[in-house]
């Protein structure tokens, strides 16, 4: 019944929607956006975790929808960087670390200065993903992701979005940056959580 629904994904983040709308395409499910029923919503995260924000996104997104007449399942995200040396930040904030405007690759360069005199193996970080699926009858799911590798010495890359450029993942000996669309899905926090998702919608899977 889940795979026959049709799912929303609650985001005005492009980078996101294009990561995870092939997924969800792949495994056979229907996902839409806002923009797709020419709607523009843009949802509160005032909280300290990745929980309470994609639960706060999710949950608003499909109320606003319900005023609209619209009943789908909403699927919202909440995601970030956290980074050892500093002492986890940007974290849970990482989408309004230095303001919502700044250029990621301005945001990349003030990490790398503060990192500067930090050694390798004090450079340790990783992406945190956890995404909540809110189904028209109030039923909830929730899945996880986490990516660990460290802080690069410079910006290498231009694919992704966001802080890639910066995360060297040490199997691949690249930045996400450098790796293309699948590859990172493959192995990134947003992609753990996606499938694991899928799975649970599509009752192949029974815990997160
Ligand atoms: P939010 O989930 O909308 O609060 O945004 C999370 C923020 O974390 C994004 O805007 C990026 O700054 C960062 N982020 C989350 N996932 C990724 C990723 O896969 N690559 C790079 N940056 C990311």
Request: aromatic share 10%; hydrophobic share 40%.
């Amino acid at each position: 019944m889940n795979s026959e629904m049709t799912y929303l994904l609650a985001t005005n983040n492009p980078g996101k929607a294009k990561e995870i709308a092939p997924m969800f395409e792949k495994a056979g499910l229907l996902l839409i956006s806002l923009a797709d029923l020419g709607l523009k919503f843009e949802a509160g995260e005032d909280g300290d975790t990745f929980l309470h924000n994609a639960t706060q996104k999710a949950r608003e997104t499909a109320d606003f929808l319900k005023e609209h007449g619209h009943s789908y399942a909403v699927l919202a995200d909440d995601s970030g960087l956290e980074i050892d040396a500093l002492e986890g930040k940007p974290g849970v904030h990482s989408a309004l670390f230095m303001g919502r405007d700044t250029p990621y690759h301005e945001r990349c360069q003030a990490i790398l200065e503060k990192l500067a005199h930090v050694h390798d193996e004090w450079r340790l970080a990783r992406f945190i993903c956890t995404l909540v699926c809110i189904f028209p009858d109030g039923s909830q799911l929730t899945t996880k992701g986490a990516i660990e590798g460290r802080i690069a010495w410079d910006l290498f890359g231009d694919g992704g979005f966001g802080y890639d450029p910066i995360f060297y993942y040490p199997p691949y000996e690249k930045t996400l940056a450098e790796l293309s669309k699948e590859e990172k899905n493959q192995i990134s926090h947003r992609g753990q959580a996606i499938q694991k998702m899928i799975g649970l919608i599509l009752n192949e899977n029974s815990g997160t």
